[in-house]
């Protein structure tokens, strides 16, 4: 596998299940863009491991684990040096890594957390729920902030400008994916998974039961509302480390930034509920949003 057939696998998984952010990607330069998807693709190609299901059974859960095993041990063994063979998403990753000396403390942190998904079914509460997105969220956010920080050439930011800016990549990754597990609720149940705390369930009263309704019943609708209020406040957090960015990267994580926040409206408009149907942001308006990000930055 040459490194530009592998930049170009994790290219096409991120334009196919990343759609919003995929988008955001093109506002960038095009020697940011494809880091950006490598890191993409080897998150996604994890998360499809762990989310796959085993046709034999009660061995599901130990084939998964294999197959996890397996993939941590072939990246850890490339980050050493290894040959990586023709794997069609570890050449473009390691060199991400390597061009951005990311740090491997986040990737450690996202293997970590995507462990817990072949065990956990569901979260205590919201301390719990953010253990979890510390690897599966804020630790995207922060290995992919040496490239969005960069300025006109693959380089590694200065020490303070990273510090500084950490925080609010964190607070933006765990945004993001609150926003997702808000969405896909009843997608995630299918999986035996609900990612919304169960303190948070007990507070208004809903069960699991009333979540695998054909669609959203009174509590349902204000725990998701609930739900809303609490993801705006990671973005709200979020926003001064937007500033900090580069131009660039700017309007690109401002439009993931209102692509995101936009699926919440749209929640929203459909009476918070979200098991009837997906929030999807209709395209015209995420062209708009595209056009809204050009027309500021020129």
Not at 38 to 66: C, K, M, N, P, S
Not at 87 to 112: E, G, K, S
Request: proline letters at 5%; charged letters at 25%; aromatic letters at 8%.
């Amino acid at each position: 596998m040459s490194l530009l057939a592998s930049y170009e696998n994790c290219r096409a998984l991120h334009r196919r299940y990343g759609r919003s952010y995929y988008l955001a990607t093109r506002l960038l330069p095009a020697w940011k863009r494809r880091h950006v998807h490598a890191l993409y693709g080897f998150t996604r190609y994890t998360d499809d491991i762990v989310d796959q299901i085993d046709t034999g059974g009660d061995g599901e859960a130990r084939h998964r684990a294999r197959r996890l095993d397996a993939w941590s041990a072939r990246f850890r063994a490339g980050l050493e040096g290894e040959e990586v063979g023709a794997d069609p998403i570890l050449p473009a990753v390691l060199h991400t890594i390597a061009v951005f000396d990311l740090p491997r403390v986040d990737f450690d942190a996202f293997l970590t957390s995507m462990r817990m998904d072949l065990t956990e079914r569901q979260y205590r509460d919201y301390p719990a729920l953010l253990t979890y997105m510390e690897g599966s969220a804020a630790a995207i956010g922060t290995m992919m902030l040496p490239i969005l920080l960069a300025d006109d050439r693959p380089s590694r930011p200065a020490a303070e400008r990273l510090a500084a800016a950490r925080e609010p990549a964190r607070q933006l990754g765990m945004g993001f994916q609150l926003t997702n597990f808000i969405r896909d609720v009843a997608e995630d149940l299918q999986r035996d998974r609900v990612y919304l705390p169960q303190e948070d369930l007990d507070q208004f009263g809903v069960s699991r039961t009333d979540l695998a309704a054909a669609s959203a019943n009174a509590a349902v609708r204000e725990l998701v509302a609930f739900e809303i209020d609490r993801a705006r406040q990671h973005y709200r957090a979020a926003e001064p480390g937007i500033e900090m960015l580069p131009p660039v990267s700017r309007r690109c994580i401002r439009l993931a930034s209102t692509v995101y926040g936009a699926i919440m409206v749209e929640i929203e408009r459909n009476g918070y509920d979200v098991l009837s149907r997906r929030a999807v942001v209709p395209r015209r308006r995420r062209l708009a949003a595209v056009m809204q990000q050009l027309v500021h930055s020129a």
